[in-house]
């Protein structure tokens, strides 16, 4: 397993937050890391030094030896380009794949979250003034994107869907979508059967353990 206390890439990680979508992509690549875990309700990604690697004090955050990256779709990107040895997470830039690589990644933050924003918090927004449209046209978008399958780009995974499969997941669990609704539960099950989002998994109850939710 990568997990190491001496290893100079670093993930500041909270259970039960976004972070579990990072946590699997470094167990998908195969790097070492170290796990820089707290419970988000303790405040510490309010600290000085938490907002000087990322001052919107949100999780998760990578720092790569003197290099931090925040944001999901940043992260996914420059690690799956900079670890390309280890594990294929990303065309490299010349190929044809690269163009629907990048923009599954920022779909996932930039589109599905606010859609899911729309559904949830009903929000009643213009579509021709947002760049998701609306929730149903999202979702129409994704189905194109995911009945060829069996993986966003084909045949290969790629670090696009762990951040669009982690996106669904988190949609179905808080009420965004429908647990059964097709194809997105067929594709977020054979994407969560990899080894690495078992073993992510079994990380996040670890953690999640020693830091309970507050009562």
């Known amino acids: 397993m990568p997990e190491t206390d001496d290893a100079s890439l670093v993930l500041y990680y909270a259970p039960r937050t976004r972070s579990f979508t990072a946590l ?11 796990l820089e875990s707290f ?15 990322n001052p919107l004090g949100k999780v998760p955050v990578v720092l790569d030896e003197d290099t931090p990256v925040a944001e999901l779709g940043a992260m ?14 990303s065309p490299a830039s010349d190929a044809p794949a690269r163009a629907a690589f990048l923009r599954w990644c ?18 009643e927004t213009p579509p021709g003034t947002v760049a998701w449209g609306s929730f149903e046209r999202t979702m129409t978008a994704l189905e194109a994107g ?49 080894p690495a989002f078992a073993r992510a998994r079994a990380i996040e109850a670890r953690e999640g353990k020693r830091f309970p939710r507050p009562r």
């Not at 996914?76 to 997470?89: G, K, P, T």
């Not at 599905?112 to 929000?123: S, T």
């Not at 499969?165 to 990899?194: Q, T």
């Open 106 to 123: 920022f779909f996932a933050s930039a589109i599905i979250e606010p859609a899911y924003g729309e559904k949830l918090l009903g929000w």
């Open 39 to 53: 419970a988000i309700h303790s405040g510490r990604h309010r600290k000085p030094d938490f907002l000087a690697l």
């Open 146 to 194: 995911l009945v060829p399958g069996p993986y966003l780009l084909g045949d290969a995974f790629s670090a696009a869907d762990a951040l669009v499969a982690s996106a669904l997941r988190f949609g179905m669990l808080f009420g965004a979508l429908d647990k059964g609704r097709e194809p997105f539960a067929g594709y977020v099950a054979h994407v969560s059967a990899r």
């Open 76 to 89: 996914a990107i420059y690690l799956a380009d900079r670890h390309r040895d280890r594990a294929e997470l």
């Open 24 to 34: 699997w992509l470094l167990e998908e690549l195969g790097v070492p890391y170290r």
